[in-house]
T-cell receptor, first 114, second 113 residues
Framework: KAGVTQTPRYLIKTRGQQVTLSCSPI?????VSWYQQTPGQGLQFLFE???????NKGNFPGRFSGRQFSNSRSEMNVSTLELGDSALYLC?????????????FGPGTRLTVT | GESVGLHLPTLSVQEGDNSIINCAYS??????FIWYKQESGKGPQFIID?????DKRQGQRVTVLLNKTVKHLSLQIAATQPGDSAVYFC????????????FGTGTQLKVEL
């Protein structure tokens, strides 16, 4: 079956703008998590959605937000972009409801803020 | 607080040799530990996981060892191949805490021919 897809793959934005990234999980998966990957901070958890509800949130400012739709697709939004938001944004989907299991990652969206 | 760290940022091995990648963790509540492989331009790919009540688990060419006494885990790759060249991350997971993974900083494995 198809893997996790993320769109767009690459994005260039200017400081102060906002951006919306999209993630389509593997069919049947109800959990979608978002991570930010930077050379300096590594992979950091942003938030997780399960059945349209945010279940977990990492230590990121309120400029970072997300949502999940009834078909499990998820979007994350970053408002008032800063240079430091330049990163690879990864989403991962899982079929499990909070029990450890394999999480399948998408290829990521590379965001560059200028 | 929670932290997962890797001892070595870069590991170079000869093709055919065994590779050992190490990871330290600090959250005693973590009950699953997972190793991921990330190739350039791709998202992390699951390799193997281990429950906290185990000390060893084997997969195809990979073995994960867990030492809870010193909060350390390692990933052993047997007969390392050029296709194993990637960044390897360990991650920890707490059951019941949602699908939140806490990742280590990563180790770049380079396989020399």
């Amino acid at each position: 079956k198809a893997g996790v897809t993320q769109t767009p793959r690459y994005l260039i934005k200017t400081r102060g703008q906002q951006v919306t990234l999209s993630c389509s999980p593997i069919s049947g998966h109800r959990s979608v998590s978002w991570y930010q990957q930077t050379p300096g901070q590594g992979l950091q958890f942003l938030f997780e959605y399960f059945s349209e509800t945010q279940r977990n949130k990492g230590n990121f400012p309120g400029r970072f937000s997300g949502r999940q739709f009834s078909n499990s697709r998820s979007e994350m939004n970053v408002s008032t972009l800063e240079l430091g938001d330049s990163a690879l944004y990864l989403c991962a989907s899982s079929s499990t409801g909070g029990v450890a299991g394999e999480q399948y990652f998408g290829p990521g969206t590379r965001l560059t803020v200028t | 607080g929670e932290s997962v760290g890797l001892h070595l940022p870069t590991l170079s091995v000869q093709e055919g040799d065994n590779s050992i990648i190490n990871c330290a963790y600090s959250n005693s509540a973590s009950d699953y530990f997972i190793w991921y492989k990330q190739e350039s331009g791709k998202g992390p790919q699951f390799i193997i996981d281990i429950r906290s009540n185990m000390d060893k688990r084997q997969g195809q060419r990979v073995t994960v060892l867990l030492n809870k006494t010193v909060k350390h885990l390692s990933l052993q790759i047997a007969a390392t191949q050029p296709g194993d060249s990637a960044v390897y991350f360990c991650a920890e997971f707490v059951t019941g805490g949602g699908n939140k993974l806490t990742f280590g900083t990563g180790t770049q494995l380079k396989v020399e021919l």
